[in-house]
């Protein structure tokens, strides 16, 4: 069984997230979407509320599973089972980063290998940034994020 993780911050889930999340389930047997606890990073939801959410938005996927994790994303892998890690890439601009995640990782850990998919056209731009942007000046996100995301935040 090829079991893949998609790792992220999820800060919140956005149509790009789910995107990348619906290719990878169509790919693999199992794919475990999984909220990485960033001590260092501030976030706007608690790493709860973010699993929440996500499991809202992704019942009808019957492959995926959502959790949450601490430490080394290559760790929680190997405790799962996954020699897969999922990421996105937007523009040019996530690519060196990305990169460098892909190799410390495969540092780290030689059996783990990173696949990148890319969202369809419409999905690109989106970001977890932009949306607290737009959702702290008032704006609406309904055309970012999936409902149960939406009706949270509309309503916080
Ligand atoms: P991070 O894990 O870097 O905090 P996110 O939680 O925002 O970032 O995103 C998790 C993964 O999903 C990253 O690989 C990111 O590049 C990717 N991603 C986020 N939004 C999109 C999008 N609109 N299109 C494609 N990939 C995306």
Do not use: W
Request: proline share 3%; with cysteine; charged share 25%.
């Amino acid at each position: 069984m090829k079991i893949a993780i998609y790792p992220g911050s999820f800060d919140p889930i956005t149509f790009g997230h789910l995107d990348i999340l619906k290719n990878a389930a169509g790919i693999f047997d199992k794919v475990i979407i999984a909220v990485a606890y960033n001590e260092a990073k501030n976030g706007f939801l608690t790493t709860e509320e973010r699993v929440e959410l996500i499991k809202q938005s992704v019942k009808d996927l019957t492959n995926v599973e959502v959790d949450s994790f601490k430490g080394l994303t290559v760790d929680y892998a190997k405790r799962k089972g996954a020699n897969v890690l999922i990421r996105g890439l937007r523009a040019v601009s996530d690519f060196e980063f990305e990169m460098q995640l892909s190799q410390t990782n495969s540092a780290l850990c030689d059996d783990i290998k990173t696949v990148f998919l890319t969202t369809k056209p419409e999905y690109n731009f989106i970001s977890s940034s932009t949306i607290k942007e737009i959702l702290n000046n008032g704006g609406n996100i309904s055309k970012f994020v999936p409902e149960p995301v939406f009706k949270y935040l509309q309503n916080r």
